[in-house]
């Protein structure tokens, strides 16, 4: 083998082995929308196959994506936003029979591909509203968080300085 094909090769194999793993899924209400935030590592240039899917009862219902194809029932409830690195999917008019196990799962392609997923179970009830302080303190550690309210628990004669 030429050894600029090998490198070619190794460095090839090496992008998709570190490539894009799910490093969070979280679930939350948005109005009456079932909001699926799907985190991953972005390490590579190779393109990304991702599947939002919803077990329940042992089957397999996909919701969206690239990799299989989506439901019927499930197509006129979803939207669908991606960034850098996570990708959001929305499920109109959530209701109990929407419960069940939701997977993100991201592929990419290559001699074996490589799968990387996540999985939440979600329960109507058990589900919190997405809101600006819940995702505030999600992705900031509490320390910053605890800085951002000095002002305000002061104003509210919590405490003084």
Do not use: W
Request: proline share 4%; aromatic share 6%.
């Amino acid at each position: 083998m030429n050894p600029t094909t090998g490198i070619a090769l190794l460095l090839t194999v090496l992008q998709v082995a570190c490539g894009q793993k799910v490093t969070s899924l979280t679930a939350c209400l948005v109005d009456q929308s079932l909001r699926l935030d799907c985190r991953h590592e972005n390490t590579t240039a190779l393109p990304i196959q991702y599947e939002f899917s919803l077990t329940r009862e042992t089957k397999k219902h996909v919701l969206f994506g690239t990799v299989g194809v989506p439901e019927h029932t499930y197509r006129s409830r979803t939207s669908f936003t991606s960034k850098y690195n996570i990708k959001v999917l929305y499920l109109s008019s959530f209701t109990t029979k929407d419960e069940g196990l939701y997977t993100c799962e991201l592929r990419l392609s290559g001699q074996p591909p490589v799968v990387s997923n996540k999985t939440v179970s979600v329960l109507r009830d058990k589900l919190v509203k997405c809101e600006g302080i819940s995702l505030l303190a999600q992705n900031t550690s509490r320390l910053l968080l605890l800085l951002l309210s000095l002002p305000l628990l002061q104003a509210m004669d919590f405490i003084s300085l």
